[in-house]
């Protein structure tokens, strides 16, 4: 906006965090079912599904920085964000709903078609997500604001995610005669690719249209004129070296491996380490409702108090050492059996309480990158949202393809079995597997809490990078 207003109304905020939808039913599927579904339902190894998953996550990455700096430049009658995100909504669903619904292939075919298919899936979300974030620094330049619609996406992402996985768990994933764990029959994984297709794109639409009225108000791209490679490279590279962007980057680097590791295994301790049903499991999955509205609560509240980069270091160390808690405890013989009455109520309190915690620092670290925003262009005299977003999905998407190869040289290390049933896998493999997934995201939760420690913008840093840029406006119109 030409001036962004410093409060938003309700419908606006709505509008711009429903879009998140798509991408938590997207990252649900990725980071907990398909590695699953494509190894131990549809029986391709391991360690080919994570590969795919892998080089898809490579080549759609590569996509971000191209269609951010994209959004940051178009020139349109509907603004430079919006035709990306009207473009993106179709393709999106059709090839999700592919994804889960694979033809009859033998393991080669069915890998090239994974491969094929998540590149699909991830790249056509990128042409919606990246603009689509960018947009929260134009909508309101607030210091506060700005962790409101970033309470609000969050919390409509992981309550998005939340509910199809509860649904997929509840109605999908059922027991039959065939399959004793509904986890394992592959029905409830091709309607899951109906329904989440339809979510994702219910939520584009209503996302894009809700905020197409703003267009007309928002930042508009810079005056078009010839750039060769060299120039736009030197300029982004301008952008990206600014010292409280590199320190996200970095927490993003080892946060996005630890939580594409924590998704992946998440179905591998649910259905081996605990023995829960898709039932049980549904009602474990569903607590995370209660997460994401503690969350919206507690992130923004501690922000106001301590500032958004120590509430956030805060939340950051906690959720690396709470999350992966139970299963420790579970080696030391300290959590219920998993025939007791207390193992259920105490996963639930603990993902809660974890669950919080992460989404809580995930919060506050999206609303410190939007202040970035005006202090870069303090610095450089470009507005680069879509940049900066985009970098950020970048490292969040390549190395969460991290986390899954990760978890397939676990279960390669601890030999475990393709097609396994509860029940049939050795207590040794299993103790084995809970072994090495505790400290390993307890490293990675901690370490990224360390690199946020280099972050360096404050309210009132910000708030003199806003005067800084009227003032600076103010003295181009007078000499214009």
Same mark, same amino acid.
């Given at each position: 906006?030409?001036g ?6 309700p419908?606006t905020?709505?509008s &711009?965090?429903?879009?998140a939808?798509?991408?938590g039913v997207?990252d649900?599927?990725f980071?907990?079912f398909?590695?699953f579904? *494509?190894?131990q !339902?549809?029986?391709l ?10 080089i ?5 990455a590569?996509?971000?920085p ?11 009658r509907?603004?430079?964000?919006h035709?990306?995100? *009207? ?6 669903a059709?090839?999700f709903?592919?994804?889960w619904?694979p ?5 080669q075919a069915l890998? &090239?078609?994974? !491969?094929v298919m ?8 990128t042409?919606?997500? !990246?603009?689509s974030t960018?947009?929260?620094?134009e909508?309101?330049?607030s210091y506060?604001?700005?962790t ?5 996406r969050?919390?409509?992402?992981w309550?998005?995610?939340i509910a199809i996985?509860?649904?997929? *768990?509840s109605?999908?994933?059922v027991?039959?005669e +065939?399959y004793?764990?509904g986890?394992?029959?592959p029905q409830?994984y091709e309607?899951?690719?109906v329904?989440g @297709?339809?979510l994702? %794109?219910?939520s584009i639409?209503i996302?894009t249209?809700?905020?197409?009225r ?5 930042k ?5 004129? #010839?750039?060769?490679l ?5 300029? +982004? ?7 409280s962007?590199? $320190? ?5 680097i080892?946060?996005s491996?630890?939580?594409g ?9 649910? +259905? &081996?380490l ?6 049980v499991?549904s +009602?474990?999955v569903?607590?995370?409702?209660l $997460?994401a509205l ?8 501690l922000a106001r108090?301590?500032g958004?980069? #120590?509430?956030a270091m805060i939340?950051a160390v906690l ?13 030391? @013989?300290?959590?219920?059996a998993n025939d007791?009455?207390?193992l259920?109520?105490?996963?639930i ?7 919080a915690l992460?989404?809580s620092?995930?919060?506050?670290v999206?609303?410190m990158?939007?202040?970035i ?15 900066f977003?985009?970098?950020?999905s970048f490292i969040?998407?390549s190395?969460?393809?991290l ?6 040289l ?9 097609r396994?049933q509860?029940?049939?896998? $050795? ?10 997934y505790a400290?390993?995201? %307890?490293?990675?939760f ?5 690199c946020?420690a280099?972050?360096?913008l404050t309210r009132?840093?910000?708030?003199a990078n806003l005067a800084a ?6 003295? #181009?119109?007078?000499?214009d």
């Amino acid at each position: 906006m030409s001036g962004s207003r410093d409060h938003l109304d309700p419908f606006t905020k709505f509008s &711009y965090g429903i879009g998140a939808v798509a991408y938590g039913v997207k990252d649900n599927g990725f980071g907990y079912f398909l590695l699953f579904y *494509y190894s131990q !339902v549809l029986g391709l190894p391991s360690y080919r599904a994570s590969l795919a998953i892998f080089i898809a996550l490579f080549v759609d990455a590569l996509s971000d920085p191209l269609v951010g700096t994209a959004s940051d430049r178009l020139h349109s009658r509907w603004g430079r964000r919006h035709p990306f995100m *009207y473009l993106s909504a179709l393709p999106i669903a059709f090839s999700f709903y592919l994804l889960w619904n694979p033809p009859a292939l033998d393991s080669q075919a069915l890998f &090239y078609y994974l !491969v094929v298919m998540a590149v699909l899936v991830r790249t056509f979300l990128t042409f919606f997500e !990246v603009p689509s974030t960018a947009l929260a620094p134009e909508l309101t330049d607030s210091y506060d604001e700005r962790t409101t619609l970033s309470t609000i996406r969050h919390f409509c992402g992981w309550a998005g995610g939340i509910a199809i996985a509860a649904i997929a *768990y509840s109605f999908l994933l059922v027991p039959t005669e +065939t399959y004793a764990k509904g986890q394992n029959n592959p029905q409830g994984y091709e309607l899951y690719g109906v329904l989440g @297709g339809g979510l994702m %794109l219910a939520s584009i639409l209503i996302s894009t249209i809700g905020t197409h009225r703003f267009i007309p108000r928002l930042k508009r791209p810079p005056v078009r004129r #010839q750039r060769g490679l060299g120039e736009l490279l030197r300029e +982004t590279r301008e952008t990206l070296s600014n010292r409280s962007f590199l $320190s996200i980057f970095a927490f993003g680097i080892f946060s996005s491996t630890g939580a594409g590791f924590a998704g992946a295994m998440s179905i591998y301790l649910y +259905t &081996y380490l605990w023995e829960l049903d898709s039932g049980v499991i549904s +009602t474990l999955v569903l607590s995370g409702i209660l $997460s994401a509205l503690l969350a919206a609560v507690v992130a923004p509240t501690l922000a106001r108090r301590l500032g958004k980069k #120590q509430a956030a270091m805060i939340f950051a160390v906690l959720a690396g050492t709470s999350h992966p808690m139970p299963v420790a405890l579970r080696l030391f @013989g300290w959590m219920p059996a998993n025939d007791s009455e207390w193992l259920l109520p105490t996963l639930i309190a603990w993902n809660v309480v974890s669950t919080a915690l992460i989404i809580s620092a995930a919060t506050l670290v999206s609303s410190m990158m939007a202040d970035i925003v005006e202090e870069s262009e303090l610095a450089t005299g470009r507005r680069s949202e879509g940049t900066f977003f985009a970098a950020r999905s970048f490292i969040s998407k390549s190395l969460s393809g991290l986390g899954i190869v990760i978890t397939t040289l676990l279960l390669e290390a601890v030999g475990f079995p393709a097609r396994a049933q509860p029940g049939e896998v $050795s207590p040794e493999t299993i103790r084995a597997l809970a072994a090495g997934y505790a400290p390993t995201l %307890l490293a990675f939760f901690l370490v990224s809490m360390v690199c946020l420690a280099t972050y360096r913008l404050t309210r009132e840093q910000h708030e003199a990078n806003l005067a800084a840029l009227a003032d600076r406006a103010l003295r #181009q119109s007078k000499a214009d």
